[in-house]
């Protein structure tokens, strides 16, 4: 008969048992990688021998379709050989002309993200910046896309910023990167009307969309984040934690222009924030002003003397929510359509359409 201690997990099997499976899912994800990464290089090699083949001998789309039907004939089990898939590899060589890049970067995602890099991106240096960002970021493939429509390249490390005069070095550079402009709200049903309360209510409402929008890292703490100072209440609109800056982020909405006052107040919140907040193995706080619009001069000018590290950005509200409100001179063409329609009825046309409503 077993001995009753050997049926039971020493102290620490649970977190043996943790540590293996943590091992063994990290060995299947290198093993899926190294498997996409041979098929991807595979289909590099594929579109440059057949670009090679278009430029020796002449090969046009009739040829790739025979290729298809005959790879697809003699690897049954395999898929990606269909004349459309085909041409993409044509296409991937085209954009790719150095297989040590495609090692490096391309041959690290999925094929379907090459495919919409290949698509929506058309110059060169962008296409491996989105490429490195979706490995670093594990964006799936729909999210790629909305980084793509949003032009996050441009936006990326656009904001006015006194980084570089208040952090040190590398985290200046970080912060700098992480902080975009402007930012794009495309996700909320705000009117240009919105008001400050209103606009944050919308953002926390849809804290999982801004999260992606603010980009990779940030961890929220709240919204009208409560600290007192001297028996004073103050209320931070937004609070974050960042995990790779070891920071938190400090988070003022205006719904107006940008005004050199602003940062008065940010000064006071980022102060009050590492002296209440912030742990010794903390990096410093920093401070983002997000205005509906910003002169950069006036900005730039208002930041510079300020030894606290704050940046100035613009959010973006939804563009096609914008485009489907009437504009001042569009009402006041309609009003003057109706009122002439009115006007020119007899009595007894304005006295039926009375009834009628």
């Known amino acids: ?23 063994i899912r990290r060995s299947q994800i290198r093993a899926a990688l190294a498997v996409n990464g041979e098929v991807i290089l595979l289909y590099w090699d594929l579109g440059r021998n057949i670009l090679e083949r278009q430029a020796t ?32 590899m044509r296409k991937f060589a085209q954009a790719y002309p150095e297989r040590e890049i495609v090692q490096r970067v391309a041959a690290l995602i999925p094929w379907r993200h090459n495919q919409i890099l290949l698509d929506k991106v058309k110059d060169y240096d962008q296409r491996l910046w989105y490429a490195q960002k979706s490995l670093t970021n594990n964006w799936s493939r729909d999210i790629l896309a909305i980084q793509i429509e949003s032009d996050l390249y441009q936006r990326q490390g656009g904001a006015v910023t006194n980084f570089e005069q208040t952090l040190p070095q590398a985290q200046s550079d970080l912060a700098r990167q992480l902080i975009k402009d402007p930012y794009n709200f495309d996700f909320l049903s705000l009117g240009e009307d919105a008001q400050e309360r209103e606009l944050e209510k919308a953002l926390v409402d849809h804290i999982r969309e801004f999260l992606l929008e603010l980009g990779v890292g940030f961890a929220f703490m709240g ?40 940062f008065g107040k940010m000064n006071f919140y980022v102060s009050a924030v590492d002296d209440m907040l912030r742990h010794a193995d903390d990096n410093p706080t920093i401070g983002l002003v997000l205005c509906r619009s910003s002169k950069k001069t006036t900005a730039e000018y208002a930041i510079r003397n300020v030894s606290t590290p704050i940046a100035v950005a613009t959010h973006r509200l939804p563009e096609k929510l914008r485009q489907s409100l009437p504009t001042i001179e569009q009402l006041e063409m309609e009003i003057d359509t109706v009122i002439k329609e009115i006007t020119s009825q007899t009595p007894e046309e304005t006295h039926l359409s009375s009834d009628d409503t």
């Open 1 to 23: 008969m077993p001995d009753k201690q050997s049926l039971t997990p020493p102290g620490d099997y649970e977190q043996f048992l943790t540590e293996t499976k943590d091992r």
């Open 223 to 262: 919204s009208q984040y409560h600290i007192e100072v001297d028996g004073d209440d103050y209320y931070i609109d937004l609070l974050f934690y960042h995990v790779q800056l070891r920071c938190y982020v400090v988070i003022d909405l205006k719904v107006t222009e940008f005004r050199p006052e602003y």
């Open 57 to 88: 001998e002449g090969w046009g789309s009739k040829v790739i379709d025979r290729l298809s039907k005959d790879l697809k004939r003699d690897f049954p089990d395999m898929k990606g050989f269909s004349s459309r898939n085909l041409k993409y």
